[in-house]
């Protein structure tokens, strides 16, 4: 079984700025996915960022990037020059053989 | 590319009432995923469609909820009877079966109200 940790319900950041968003799993699986997604209060998940678990280098997508740490199994997810566009809640997910498993969330706010 | 559709955005009901989900994934998306989001927590999956056999409904109260993909195509969530405990968020996701990664895309959702 897959299980996915975010330990921060909520984070702000001041617009600009720069914020990362923390993330630990748990699984049993040698070959799997991690995501981020993002869900504004449309409620439409959209995918941020993923990383293939083989692949060392870590992901990144624009302003998005993640620090993958396979031994630790954490992954987070660093967001630069932060945007009033990117307040929202986010979510870390692992997708293993079958199951995709998200984490609680992590609200994030943006200050002007 | 359309992406995933879901009716109804909104749906308010008794407790004890039935109601129904739709849901209509990118085409030629074989995999379809229900999941159900409370408030404040991360989506769980509650069923998951290949063409229009079932994968996966061990998380799906199967006393009160069912699903239905009959041509591999649209899927129909039900609740009868509905409690208190299922106001959620209640989301379609479908997938490439070729995907490795089983990147699912989701629909809207729709919002249910037990009261």
């Known amino acids: 079984a897959q299980t996915v940790t975010q330990s921060q319900p909520e984070m702000s950041v001041q617009e600009a700025e720069t914020v990362t968003l923390s993330c630990t799993y748990d699984?049993?699986?040698?070959?799997?996915?991690l995501f981020w997604y993002k869900q504004p209060p449309s409620r439409q998940m959209i995918l941020v960022i993923r990383?293939?678990?083989?692949?060392?280098q870590n992901a990144t997508e624009n302003r998005f990037s993640v620090n993958f740490q396979k031994a630790a199994k954490s992954f987070s997810l660093k967001i630069s020059d932060s945007q009033l566009g990117d307040a929202a809640m986010y979510f870390c997910?692992?997708?293993?053989?079958?199951?995709?498993?998200f984490g609680q969330g992590t609200r994030l706010t943006i200050n002007p | 590319e359309a992406g995933v559709a879901q009716s109804p955005r909104y749906k308010i009901i008794e407790k004890r009432q039935s109601v129904a989900f739709w849901c209509n994934p990118i085409?030629?998306?074989?995999?379809l995923y229900w999941y159900q989001q409370i408030l404040g927590q991360g989506p769980k999956l509650l069923i998951q469609f290949q063409n229009n056999g079932v994968v996966d409904d061990s998380q799906l109260p199967k006393d009160r909820f069912s699903a239905e993909r009959l041509k591999g195509v649209d899927s129909t969530l039900k609740i009868q009877p509905a409690k208190l405990e299922d106001s959620a968020v209640y989301l379609c996701a479908s997938s490439h079966v070729d995907r490795p990664d089983n990147e699912q895309f989701f629909g809207p959702g729709t919002r249910l109200t037990v009261l």
């Open positions: 997910a692992c997708q293993g053989a079958q199951k995709l498993v």
């Open positions: 085409s030629g998306h074989a995999t």
């Open positions: 990383q293939e678990a083989y692949k060392q």
């Open positions: 699984t049993s699986e040698s070959d799997y996915y």
